[in-house]
């Protein structure tokens, strides 16, 4: 198990970045959570086995549809052994 602290910057707003991101995470085996941050960017912490990790990884840089992706950053972090994936409405962390 390996945990992930990712950030993705660009047009991740709006475009149903986090129910699409979630989705994948859910096929992936990925647990976590995401949310949206005040300043654009989409704040992810993810956790699973290295294999779904990277593919969850690869996701990212592409999101759905409609998101256009300029930047993501991920950096290892200590696990925090997540249940499931969870969408995180802004405003519950400041």
Same mark, same amino acid.
């Given at each position: 198990?390996?945990?992930? /602290? =990712?950030?993705?910057?660009? $047009?991740? !707003?709006? #475009?149903? &970045?986090?129910? @699409?991101? $979630?989705?994948?995470?859910? !096929? ?5 959570? =995401? ?5 654009? /960017?989409?704040? =992810? ?8 990790? +990277?593919? %969850?990884? /690869? ?6 549809? /409609?998101?256009? #992706?300029?930047?993501? +950053? @991920? ?6 052994? &997540?249940?499931? %994936? ?6 519950? %962390?400041?």
């Amino acid at each position: 198990m390996k945990h992930l /602290d =990712i950030t993705v910057k660009g $047009k991740v !707003q709006g #475009v149903l &970045y986090r129910a @699409s991101t $979630k989705a994948v995470a859910d !096929q992936l085996g990925v647990r976590g959570t =995401i949310k949206n941050e005040a300043n654009g /960017d989409v704040i =992810i912490e993810a956790e699973g086995e290295p294999t779904m990790l +990277e593919m %969850f990884l /690869d996701w990212c840089h592409e999101g759905p549809q /409609d998101a256009e #992706v300029t930047t993501v +950053e @991920s950096n290892e972090g200590e696990l925090k052994n &997540y249940r499931n %994936f969870e969408v995180l409405k802004r405003g519950l %962390f400041k």
